[in-house]
């Protein structure tokens, strides 16, 4: 329902502002105009956002979606660690798995859909996760940490 105030909201901006401008009241037409900038640009940055929030696994590599081109993760070279991120004021915190590459910025991975109330991830989503860092990583205690800790997180849930 937010939404669609909102968006009634700029479309009534839109149609307003060239009626403002024209009858003498240019200052509050400029300023819808603003605003109805504003508004599509914080839409375009929250729409991007999610689209790169999606992560699959293929041949053993972790892929994430991007704009120009898809990012590959090769777990046997990267740091994992996983983390807890709170979101607002209420709620309890979300866990996040972060994935650090050498010469990448670190990517966090959230084990909870953002766009379904924060649901947790399908087990068989976060168990292919933890076999392939267990996989990827067999000799590294802390990785083989976090792969547990994602099973058990999937176990305790349920």
């Known amino acids: 329902m937010n939404s669609v105030a909102a968006v009634g909201f700029l479309a009534f901006s839109i149609y307003a502002s060239p009626i403002l401008v024209n009858s003498g009241d240019a200052v509050l037409g400029a300023l819808l105009l603003v605003f109805c900038s504003l508004f599509v640009i914080a839409v375009a940055v929250m729409a991007a956002a999610a689209?790169?929030?999606s992560f699959w696994i293929e041949d053993g590599l972790l892929w994430r979606r991007g704009f120009f081109r898809n990012k590959v993760y090769d777990l046997q070279f990267c740091t994992v660690s996983l983390k807890a991120k709170s979101i607002g004021f209420a709620g309890s915190p979300v866990p996040v798995l972060v994935i650090s590459a050498p010469?990448?910025?670190a990517v966090?991975?959230?084990l909870r859909n953002r766009e379904a109330r924060?649901?947790?991830l399908p087990r068989e989503q976060i168990y292919a996760l933890a076999d392939l860092i267990a996989?990827?990583?067999s000799r590294?205690?802390?990785a083989s940490a976090v792969a547990q800790s994602l099973r058990y997180l999937v176990d305790s849930a349920i």
Request: a positive charge.
């Open 140 to 142: 590294d205690d802390k």
């Open 51 to 53: 689209y790169r929030r």
């Open 118 to 120: 924060f649901a947790m």
């Open 103 to 105: 010469n990448k910025r």
């Open 135 to 137: 996989s990827a990583r």
């Open 108 to 110: 966090r991975l959230w």
